[in-house]
């Protein structure tokens, strides 16, 4: 399911396109659709050097949450038409319990990297007649988790938003995609149903062509944005059986 943008997006074929965090999980399997829809060059982002493992794609050393380093990526590629904020870290940081400093990092990285990457980048977008950014999000941008990790990706939605609508005027499409589980790295501990980042990237990738402005990728995320104007309770039903505790506790007395 997606929010669709103008009649076109942004075409794949024959273009150069960059990935934050491309070497693996979800951003390795957009890497790799992106190839196969044509894409003559894709930028693959990661904090350490990686071998070469195809001669389309250019492997980029990139710490979203260093300036200087941002800069640099910007200047190395200057012909992108495509660019995924994929790069994100989840640190399992109980929101009322850890040391800030966790949280910030995590903030860092989840919205400060996304806001740095989309202001280097925002100008070579603007030279194309089509250009898109994606932003990954997630179902936690609108269920809170009690974590750090769900508080900079609900901070990265309200971002997202004034970049979609900052950036339509040049030309470039700015699509959030929620999703749930994925089967990638950073919840390789939980014991969940996971969806393929081949799908997910399958489904980015139209987004992509259609110039959607958004893409709900799973049943999670479609379920929790459709609860989004009801009473609170809707997605936190702790809070009315809390409330009717409550209640029969005044009763008691």
Same mark, same amino acid.
């Given at each position: 399911?997606?929010?669709?943008?103008?009649?076109?997006?942004?075409?794949?074929?024959?273009?150069?396109?960059?990935?934050?965090?491309?070497?693996?999980?979800?951003?390795?399997?957009?890497?790799?659709?992106?190839?196969?829809?044509?894409?003559?060059?894709?930028?693959?982002?990661?904090?350490?050097?990686?071998?070469?493992?195809?001669?389309?794609?250019?492997?980029?050393?990139?710490?979203?949450?260093?300036?200087?380093?941002?800069?640099?990526?910007?200047?190395?590629?200057?012909?992108?038409?495509?660019?995924?904020?994929?790069?994100?870290?989840?640190?399992?940081?109980?929101?009322?319990?850890?040391?800030?400093?966790?949280?910030?990092?995590?903030?860092?990285?989840?919205?400060?990297?996304?806001?740095?990457?989309?202001?280097?980048?925002?100008?070579?977008?603007?030279?194309?007649?089509?250009?898109? /950014? +994606?932003?990954?999000?997630?179902?936690?941008?609108?269920? %809170? *988790?009690?974590?750090?990790? @769900?508080?900079?990706? $609900? !901070? &990265?939605?309200?971002?997202?938003?004034?970049?979609?609508?900052?950036?339509?005027?040049?030309?470039?499409?700015?699509?959030?995609?929620?999703?749930?589980?994925?089967?990638?790295?950073?919840?390789?501990?939980?014991?969940?149903?996971?969806?393929?980042?081949?799908?997910?990237?399958?489904?980015?990738?139209?987004?992509?062509?259609?110039?959607?402005?958004?893409?709900?990728?799973?049943?999670?995320?479609? /379920? +929790?944005?459709?609860?989004?104007?009801?009473?609170?309770? %809707? *997605?936190?039903?702790?809070? @009315?059986?809390?409330? $009717? !505790? &409550?209640?029969?506790?005044?009763?008691?007395?």
């Amino acid at each position: 399911m997606s929010s669709m943008g103008p009649a076109t997006g942004t075409p794949i074929e024959g273009v150069a396109a960059l990935i934050t965090g491309g070497h693996r999980g979800f951003g390795r399997a957009l890497v790799d659709e992106l190839l196969e829809r044509g894409a003559a060059k894709v930028y693959s982002t990661s904090r350490s050097p990686h071998p070469r493992r195809d001669e389309r794609i250019v492997p980029l050393v990139l710490d979203v949450s260093d300036d200087a380093s941002v800069t640099a990526a910007a200047e190395a590629a200057p012909d992108v038409s495509i660019v995924v904020n994929n790069a994100g870290i989840a640190l399992g940081t109980p929101l009322l319990e850890v040391p800030l400093a966790d949280i910030r990092t995590e903030l860092e990285t989840n919205l400060f990297g996304m806001i740095r990457v989309a202001r280097a980048f925002a100008p070579s977008l603007g030279l194309h007649t089509a250009s898109s /950014m +994606v932003n990954i999000l997630s179902v936690a941008s609108w269920l %809170a *988790l009690g974590d750090g990790y @769900s508080v900079s990706k $609900a !901070a &990265a939605w309200s971002a997202t938003n004034s970049m979609r609508v900052k950036l339509l005027g040049q030309g470039t499409i700015v699509t959030a995609v929620h999703v749930g589980y994925m089967d990638t790295d950073l919840i390789s501990g939980f014991d969940v149903t996971k969806l393929d980042p081949r799908d997910v990237a399958r489904q980015t990738a139209d987004a992509i062509v259609t110039g959607s402005f958004e893409l709900l990728a799973d049943d999670a995320s479609r /379920m +929790v944005k459709a609860h989004l104007s009801e009473d609170i309770a %809707a *997605l936190y039903p702790e809070l @009315s059986l809390g409330a $009717a !505790a &409550a209640a029969g506790s005044s009763i008691e007395r």
